[in-house]
Structures are given as structure tokens and as C-alpha cells.
């Protein structure tokens, strides 16, 4: 069984920041991509970034790069999403997501997804 624990989200003023993180208890992800996504209310899940756990390569959505990063810390077989300069539009539940082998843009290509945090950004 594949556990992924998310946390970290919360309400935030515009231009402020939150870390998500997500924690896989008890595993490693060496031949793992993780992903995040977001959703907001009345629209479809949409890709945020990933990253290919075995050499910490990631990738950014353009609509978000430079405003948010993706990491992972190996020893704590965590994987972070550091949000800066936060938008209203921003405001979603994000969710992180699993795969073998390399990361895709594509909610459906991702078999084990964590429950969720929400992310509420005021103006």
C-alpha cells in the first residue's frame, strides 16, 4: 500500500507563501516521478510540476514558473512544493500524486494520489 500524506496548506494573504509537502511513510521513491496538481472549485485538475525522485530533475507549469518550486529531501522521503508570490487564483486544493517511472502532465497517468490540502489565497 502506497501512502501519500500531504500537508502544509492553509489561508494566506496575496504575495505571501506556503511549503506543501507530501510524505511517502515507510518507502523511498527511487524509480518514482511525483507530481502535483490543483483543483478549484468547478474546474478540472490541473498540472502544477513534477519531480523524477531518482535524480531530483523537476519541471514547472510555464503559467507558475517562478513562483513556485518543487524538491524532494531523500532522507525524510519527502517531496515539497515551495509557493511564492501567491495569487488569489491560486487558491485550490493541491494534491500530490505517484507514478512509476517518469512524470506526466496527465492526472490519469498517476496512480496513488495523497488526500489533498487546501490552499486559500485572500486579496
Known amino acids: 500500500q502506497v501512502q501519500l500524506v500531504e500537508s502544509g496548506g492553509g489561508l494566506v494573504q496575496a504575495g505571501g507563501s506556503l511549503r506543501l509537502s507530501c510524505a511517502t511513510p515507510?518507502?523511498?521513491?527511487?524509480?518514482?516521478?511525483m507530481g502535483w496538481f490543483r483543483q478549484a472549485p468547478g474546474k478540472e485538475r490541473e498540472f502544477v510540476g513534477a519531480i523524477t525522485w531518482s535524480d531530483g530533475t523537476t519541471y514547472v507549469a510555464d503559467s507558475m514558473k517562478g513562483r513556485f518550486t518543487i524538491s524532494r529531501d531523500n532522507a525524510k522521503n519527502t517531496a515539497y512544493l515551495q509557493m511564492n508570490s501567491l495569487k488569489p487564483e491560486d487558491t485550490a486544493v493541491y494534491y500530490c500524486?505517484?507514478?512509476?517511472?517518469?512524470?506526466?502532465?496527465?492526472?490519469?497517468?498517476?496512480?496513488?494520489w495523497g488526500q489533498g490540502t487546501q490552499v486559500t489565497v485572500s486579496s
Open positions: 500524486a505517484a507514478r512509476r517511472g517518469t512524470w506526466s502532465t496527465v492526472p490519469e497517468e498517476y496512480k496513488y
Open positions: 515507510g518507502r523511498t521513491f527511487s524509480s518514482y516521478a
